[in-house]
């Protein structure tokens, strides 16, 4: 496996289930991220951690649980969520302290809240 | 604050058109800018980027060049193809933060 990987790529959940999207760096890096992506709507910066440390949270409601156990994977465990909720989670890292450090995209997962 | 702001789209262009996308940016320090594209489906990809003003980014061949007396990091195409049909993103970050700051997007359709 190369780069950025999420699973699933596609999800379907009831509003009282309770999920977790993955995402497994390949790349060495030591930061990473969840963004939110909706529909006419731009980009949502959820989460940071910075070698396994959270550095961001912004304003995302509980029933978002983010989990860094290691630098090469990040959880966002899902519970309760709303209809409102449904979008496509982007997770993305980079090498922070470096002069450019680009992020480097996972291809998402395409959340369904019913 | 530091930000992005890109032009609107969503925009059409007939095959073979010369393409342009603007993005200006507002930053207290020396931002790196980057431009991402979105096909359909799938996450972002970085397509090009600067680091320094006068630096021209190039790939595919997308261009951008950073200007710091305008505060633009326009991203251009001499010759769109069909497959260039994608959202693009322009991006900034600071050295010193760890934030990114992405634009809006800017839908781009090629028509055969």
């Known amino acids: 496996e190369t780069g950025v990987t999420q699973t699933p790529r596609h999800l379907v959940m009831g509003m009282t289930n309770k999920k977790s999207l993955k995402c497994e760096q390949h790349?060495?890096?030591?930061?990473m991220y969840w963004y939110k992506q909706s529909a006419k709507k731009p980009l949502e910066l959820m989460f940071v951690?910075?070698?396994?440390?959270?550095?961001e949270n912004n304003s995302v409601p509980s029933r978002f649980s983010p989990e860094c156990p290691n630098s090469s994977h990040l959880f966002l465990h899902l519970h309760t969520l709303q209809p409102e909720d449904s979008a496509l989670y982007l997770c993305?890292?980079?090498?922070?302290?470096?002069?450019?450090?680009?992020?480097?995209f996972g291809p998402g997962t395409r959340l369904t809240v019913t | 604050g530091d930000s992005v702001t890109q032009m609107e789209g969503p925009v059409t262009l007939s095959e073979e058109a010369f393409l342009t996308i603007n993005c200006t940016y507002t930053a207290t320090g020396y931002p790196s800018l980057f431009w991402y594209v979105q096909y359909p489906g799938e996450g972002l990809q970085l397509l090009l980027k600067a680091t320094k003003a006068d630096d021209k980014g190039s790939n595919k061949g997308f261009e951008a060049t950073y200007r710091k007396e305008t505060t633009s990091f326009h991203l251009e195409k001499g010759s769109v193809q069909v497959s260039d049909s994608a959202v693009y993103f322009c991006?900034?970050?600071?050295?010193?933060?760890?934030?990114?700051?992405f634009g809006t997007g800017t839908s781009l359709t090629v028509i055969p």
């Open positions: 993305a890292s980079s090498q922070m302290g470096q002069r450019d450090y680009e992020q480097y």
């Open positions: 790349l060495g890096h030591n930061a």
């Open positions: 991006a900034l970050s600071i050295h010193t933060g760890n934030q990114f700051y």
């Open positions: 951690y910075n070698f396994k440390e959270q550095t």
